[in-house]
């Protein structure tokens, strides 16, 4: 037995194994890298940080290098330890000489060095890639062919994934990074970012202020009927309109009634309609993003909502759609006080009109917002009825008591949310205040 020959062999063993090894540590290294942080240090001047970046500039190359180097290593340790194992050893088993390759291979050759990559991942993907590019270099063409031919079988394949799908799983993915980032970003950022996620799922008719509730000047009422509304309005800007909301004359921008004031005290209709401004109309179904968008095209800050037949349905202004990112404006308490209210014992009387979503946001719960906006639809669609007062059910972990109906609607209802969300309305930073 030639035993410099065996050493000569068991050396060749170790190499293969050991660019193996390499192979392996470098592919979960470099994919385990952040590619953001990466692009700031590469654009403060970090050498090692821009040689990682066009490795990861075409994924599909790097990926078909990888795999060719690992690989090639791997079959061409398993000849020669096969070969050695029959010249140096006759009648070994074959099972038994598989067996151990397999066991050195996947624990040397792939746990080991792919658990530390996955631990220090910048310092192997830094010295990784001084040899990665030349060779990528190097094997340009064999890898560019071997991609080609990939693509070839593949083809028949491919079905293709919609774009709106890849959004919305980015969007999701971008969402768990936001809720597993922990203290590295402050809860009050936290939720800003969500809701600016939040716009393309959110639409007008979800956040506008109902038809019932919009605070409108009827221009064909009395003169000093007009001038009273006009003095006592506490908005800015005002839909006025001729006998019905439908019938909108436009909107009048108080600041320019101020400057007609300062002219002359005696300004009559026709002065006042002289300062209208057409009104702006959006879709029921409109997104938040896409609205938001609008709202910067038009130079426009209010919206008269509009359902499918053309009819006035709502009003929506920006500082809706900027609450649905920053939260309220004002406090949480003083704006759910005058449609929830908490009890004793740990319900909560809730007005038929108030939104479901916003109760939602407010109290932490999980009520329904696919289908009817506001809790007296809610209830209605829930039970095909109109009920009376006392009339209870279940609506999933729920319990709600109607506590008042008016004719068709719900004026009032109870909700026994479930334990654990009996608390208070949320705060603008996401907390929750006291009672």
Wanted: proline share 5%.
């Amino acid at each position: 037995m030639d035993l410099n020959l065996l050493y000569l062999t068991v050396a060749e063993l170790v190499g293969l194994l050991v660019i193996s090894a390499y192979f392996s540590a470098s592919e979960t290294a470099v994919m385990a890298l952040n590619r953001h942080r990466l692009q700031q240090w590469a654009q403060s001047g970090h050498a090692e940080a821009g040689r990682v970046l066009r490795l990861l500039g075409k994924p599909d190359r790097f990926i078909a290098l990888m795999l060719l180097g690992n690989h090639f290593a791997k079959v061409l340790l398993i000849q020669v330890a096969t070969l050695t194992a029959l010249q140096w050893w006759v009648g070994t088993n074959l099972l038994l000489t598989t067996a151990s390759i397999t066991l050195v291979l996947v624990v040397f050759g792939e746990v080991l060095p792919k658990t530390l990559a996955a631990i220090y991942p910048e310092r192997v993907a830094y010295p990784a890639a001084r040899l990665l590019l030349p060779l990528m270099r190097v094997f340009q063409p064999l890898i560019m062919l071997l991609n080609a031919a990939t693509q070839l079988l593949l083809t028949p394949f491919q079905r293709g994934v919609p774009r709106a799908a890849l959004d919305l799983t980015e969007r999701e993915e971008l969402r768990t990074a936001l809720q597993e980032a922990g203290a590295m970003i402050p809860q009050k950022h936290r939720d800003m970012l969500v809701g600016l996620l939040d716009l393309e799922n959110v639409t007008v008719e979800d956040i506008m202020v109902p038809r019932t509730e919009i605070v409108a000047i009827d221009l064909d009422k009395e003169w000093l009927d007009v001038v009273d509304q006009l003095t006592t309005c506490r908005h800015t800007r005002v839909p006025c309109y001729h006998g019905n909301l439908d019938d909108v004359a436009g909107i009048l921008h108080l600041r320019n009634l101020s400057r007609l004031l300062r002219q002359s005290r005696d300004f009559t209709l026709t002065d006042l309609e002289a300062l209208l401004v057409p009104p702006h109309f959006v879709p029921l179904g409109a997104n938040l993003y896409t609205q938001l968008i609008n709202f910067q095209l038009a130079r426009q800050r209010l919206a008269l909502v509009v359902d499918e037949y053309g009819d006035i349905a709502g009003m929506v202004t920006v500082d809706d759609l900027l609450e649905q990112v920053v939260g309220e404006f004002t406090s949480a308490t003083q704006l759910n006080s005058r449609e929830v209210s908490r009890q004793a014992d740990g319900s909560f009387v809730v007005e038929g009109s108030a939104n479901v979503r916003e109760l939602n946001r407010g109290y932490g719960w999980s009520l329904p917002e696919r289908g009817p906006k506001t809790l007296n639809g809610l209830i209605l669609e829930a039970l095909e009825d109109i009920p009376e007062a006392g009339t209870s059910f279940r609506l999933g972990e729920y319990t709600i008591e109607i506590v008042q109906g008016s004719g068709h609607t719900v004026r009032n209802a109870r909700i026994f949310p479930p334990a654990g969300l009996t608390r208070g309305p949320r705060t603008a930073s996401g907390n929750f205040s006291a009672e």
